[in-house]
């Protein structure tokens, strides 16, 4: 779920000049959105994610993941906050608020799924760095997993396996996304 606030038009760089401390918003279309707070079940699969991926990604890679906190620039008026990301740009600036190389970018939706599969996806292929969009639904646990350049998404299940490939090779068992989750989550 989320808050717009609507005072005028931004570009993504006077944005993120803007961004208050410690809270989580995103650009949409030159208009700053608040992200409000993570329930359990978005924080618990977030986790997990970056649990997973920790796992399987080690040095002396290029590559690394992370959690939310830096923005994947779309176009002039629009920026996201992934949940998760693999960033593939060697280390820089250490404010630098924008990832350089998102590669992968992960969503968990739990109330945004349309927003996320419709909106979110497409536009996060508009950035040439993103090879992978991986929408994470966590009622369902389902993973919608989108690479550039092909048309159709994949839909995976707990039984199946998330194979990343490109700049980042890794295969993960979906189920890992869902641990710790009671079985009626």
């Known amino acids: 779920m989320t808050l717009a606030v609507r005072e005028r038009l931004m570009p993504v760089g006077e944005f993120l000049d803007w ?12 208009i700053p959105v608040r992200m409000l707070p993570e329930g359990d079940l978005h924080e618990t699969v ?20 992370a959690a939310n906190g830096r923005q994947v620039r779309i176009n002039d008026r629009t920026s ?12 820089s600036d250490p404010m630098e608020p924008l990832i350089q190389c998102p590669v ?25 760095r993103v090879e992978h969009v991986v929408i994470i639904d966590a009622q369902a646990r389902k993973v919608h997993h989108f690479v550039r350049g092909d048309r159709k998404a994949r839909l995976l299940t707990s039984g199946d396996i998330l194979t990343l490939d490109g700049t980042v090779s890794l295969d993960i068992p979906v189920a890992e996304f869902f641990e710790w989750l009671p079985e009626s989550a």
């Open 46 to 65: 977030k986790s997990n994610v970056i649990g997973a991926l920790a796992r399987r990604m080690r040095p002396p890679s290029a590559c690394r993941p």
């Open 104 to 128: 992968v970018v992960f969503e968990v939706a739990v109330s945004s799924l349309d927003r996320d599969l419709l909106e979110k996806r497409a536009n996060y292929l508009e950035n040439p």
């Open 19 to 30: 961004l208050p401390d410690g809270e989580r918003w995103e650009l949409i279309g030159g």
């Open 80 to 91: 996201y906050r992934p949940d998760a990301h693999i960033n593939c740009a060697p280390f």
